[in-house]
C-alpha cells in the first residue's frame, strides 16, 4: 500500500507535492551549496574582495613612496659625496644650513 501512495505521489503535479512556485533551479542542493560557498568566500572569509582590493591600494601607495625614498636616498648619497670631497660644498652647507660663520663676518638673516 505504501508504494502505492509514493507512486502515485510521483504522477501528481509539481504543485500537489508542495513545491508550489520554487523554480527548479532553486530546488538544486548542488547550486545553492555553490552559491552559499561563493557568498562566503566573497563577503565573508578573511581575504574576502574588499580586503583584497584595499591592501592592492596600499601596495600601490607603498611602491610610490618607496620610489620617493630612493629618490632622496640618491639626492643625499650625492651631497654627501659633494662634502667629502669638495670642501667649497662643506662651507656652503656650514653656512646655509647651520648659520656658521668666519670670526671677521657678521651674518644678518632675512626671512
Do not use: W
Amino acid at each position: 500500500m505504501d508504494t502505492e501512495n509514493n507512486i502515485q505521489d510521483n504522477n501528481k503535479p509539481l504543485e500537489k507535492r508542495g513545491f508550489i512556485g520554487i523554480p527548479s533551479f532553486l530546488r538544486n542542493k548542488y547550486l545553492i551549496a555553490i552559491i552559499c560557498f561563493g557568498a562566503i568566500l566573497l563577503f565573508f572569509d578573511k581575504n574576502d574582495v574588499f580586503t583584497q582590493i584595499d591592501r592592492k591600494k596600499e601596495l600601490q601607495r607603498l611602491q610610490q613612496s618607496k620610489e620617493h625614498y630612493i629618490q632622496e636616498v640618491e639626492a643625499l648619497r650625492k651631497i654627501r659625496q659633494g662634502l667629502e670631497n669638495d670642501p667649497n660644498t662643506l662651507e656652503k652647507l656650514s653656512r646655509e644650513k647651520y648659520l656658521m660663520k668666519r670670526d671677521n663676518e657678521d651674518v644678518f638673516i632675512i626671512q
